[in-house]
């Protein structure tokens, strides 16, 4: 034993001491919440430890009556309710802004569109052409006929308005006549399909000139000449240039930008600049719509000769013209 007091370990363990002695004097001296802390810290495990074996040997020692229970479950499944609520008016909150983020995005580029967001909830399996059923309706203000787009560029259109929703014909569809632009090269067709295109995710520009200058990459866009479609809504991209199958003239293979398969959410433009306005003078050039003065003559001569025909033509008199009374004719 007396070797112990001799050794080097029993130096340093002498040494430990006077330094803890030296920092507990300086402590007291000056702040006695340095020695709390330290105490705190070293005694906290212990007590958190003490406190969780107390709390399970009471559990154990006396549990929770049935009542008891069944109260605790109840508040359980009442939060889990509430935060199951909160959840979906959340994502519902995030979807409305991203709709009506993409709303303004459309709006900057359009300032005179009046739109309606929509959501798809539900399509037609046994279509070809994808249509679907938005949750708007004719108390949203929709109606037949709306153009529908969306942040990337033209669907289709409403072909039946319900109270609560509308279904809504995409341009795959064969009942697609609208009329289209490739403006760098100022050549206008009309967008068309069919069910072969619409399984490949393609329309196409139809009656090109056959010398037509449009090539792939170029940008088609609506006319807006008929007054069902807005003026320079995107339609999509040219992948190629065809001959058309009555050889007398051309058609581009055109893809959409808008992602029809995948939308989940579109805008019905429920009002625009020149809505229901036809320009006839694009539509209809003066040259164009005026009759040859030769087909003209001729269907005048005609028409004289088939006039004086039936003036010379023997009649008999009516019941009606006898009692005074005008004919259907006259």
């Given at each position: 034993m007396r070797k112990f007091f001799h050794t080097k370990s029993f130096r340093?363990?002498?040494?430990?001491?006077v330094v803890l002695l030296g920092v507990l004097?300086?402590?007291?001296?000056?702040?006695?919440?340095?020695?709390?802390?330290?105490?705190?810290?070293?005694?906290?495990?212990?007590?958190?430890?003490?406190?969780?074996?107390?709390?399970?040997?009471?559990?154990?020692?006396?549990?929770?009556?049935?009542?008891?229970?069944?109260?605790?479950?109840?508040?359980?499944?009442?939060?889990?309710?509430?935060?199951?609520?909160?959840?979906i008016e959340f994502e519902e909150t995030k979807k409305l802004v991203e709709q009506y983020r993409q709303m303004l995005g459309i709006k900057e580029e359009n300032e005179d569109f009046e739109m309606v967001p929509a959501s798809i909830i539900s399509t037609d399996s046994m279509s070809p052409f994808f249509i679907f059923t938005i949750d708007q309706g004719d108390r949203d203000g929709v109606s037949e006929g709306d153009p529908v787009v969306s942040k990337d560029g033209l669907v289709g259109w409403i072909s039946n308005v319900y109270k609560t929703t509308s279904v809504v014909?995409?341009?795959?569809?064969?009942?697609?006549?609208?009329?289209?632009?490739?403006?760098?090269?100022?050549?206008?067709?009309?967008?068309?399909s069919n069910v072969r295109l619409s399984d490949q995710g393609l329309v196409r520009l139809s009656f090109l000139?056959?010398?037509?200058?449009?090539?792939?990459?170029?940008l088609v866009t609506t006319t807006g000449l008929s007054g069902n479609f807005p003026k320079d809504?995107?339609?999509?991209?040219?992948?190629?240039?065809?001959?058309?199958?009555?050889?007398?003239?051309?058609?581009?293979?055109?893809?959409?930008?808008a992602r029809i398969r995948d939308l989940t959410?579109?805008?019905?433009?429920?009002?625009?600049?020149?809505?229901?306005?036809v320009d006839a003078d694009e539509l209809y050039p003066p040259e164009s719509s005026s009759e040859p003065e030769s087909t003209a003559s001729?269907?005048?001569?005609?028409?004289?000769?088939?006039?004086a025909a039936e003036?010379?033509?023997?009649?008999?008199?009516?019941?009606?013209?006898?009692?005074?009374?005008?004919?259907?004719?006259e």
């Amino acid at each position: 034993m007396r070797k112990f007091f001799h050794t080097k370990s029993f130096r340093v363990l002498i040494g430990v001491v006077v330094v803890l002695l030296g920092v507990l004097i300086y402590t007291q001296s000056v702040d006695n919440s340095l020695t709390a802390n330290i105490i705190s810290f070293f005694s906290s495990p212990i007590q958190k430890a003490s406190t969780s074996a107390t709390n399970s040997v009471r559990e154990k020692l006396f549990p929770p009556d049935e009542k008891t229970l069944a109260e605790q479950v109840a508040e359980l499944e009442e939060e889990n309710r509430e935060y199951r609520r909160q959840l979906i008016e959340f994502e519902e909150t995030k979807k409305l802004v991203e709709q009506y983020r993409q709303m303004l995005g459309i709006k900057e580029e359009n300032e005179d569109f009046e739109m309606v967001p929509a959501s798809i909830i539900s399509t037609d399996s046994m279509s070809p052409f994808f249509i679907f059923t938005i949750d708007q309706g004719d108390r949203d203000g929709v109606s037949e006929g709306d153009p529908v787009v969306s942040k990337d560029g033209l669907v289709g259109w409403i072909s039946n308005v319900y109270k609560t929703t509308s279904v809504v014909t995409t341009i795959f569809s064969e009942d697609a006549h609208i009329g289209a632009t490739v403006k760098t090269k100022r050549e206008t067709g009309v967008i068309e399909s069919n069910v072969r295109l619409s399984d490949q995710g393609l329309v196409r520009l139809s009656f090109l000139d056959t010398n037509t200058e449009i090539t792939a990459n170029d940008l088609v866009t609506t006319t807006g000449l008929s007054g069902n479609f807005p003026k320079d809504v995107v339609v999509g991209r040219v992948l190629s240039v065809e001959l058309s199958e009555n050889g007398i003239s051309k058609h581009a293979l055109v893809k959409p930008y808008a992602r029809i398969r995948d939308l989940t959410d579109v805008f019905v433009v429920t009002d625009f600049e020149g809505k229901g306005e036809v320009d006839a003078d694009e539509l209809y050039p003066p040259e164009s719509s005026s009759e040859p003065e030769s087909t003209a003559s001729s269907s005048a001569s005609s028409g004289a000769e088939s006039s004086a025909a039936e003036d010379s033509s023997p009649q008999e008199p009516s019941s009606d013209s006898e009692n005074g009374e005008a004919s259907p004719e006259e």
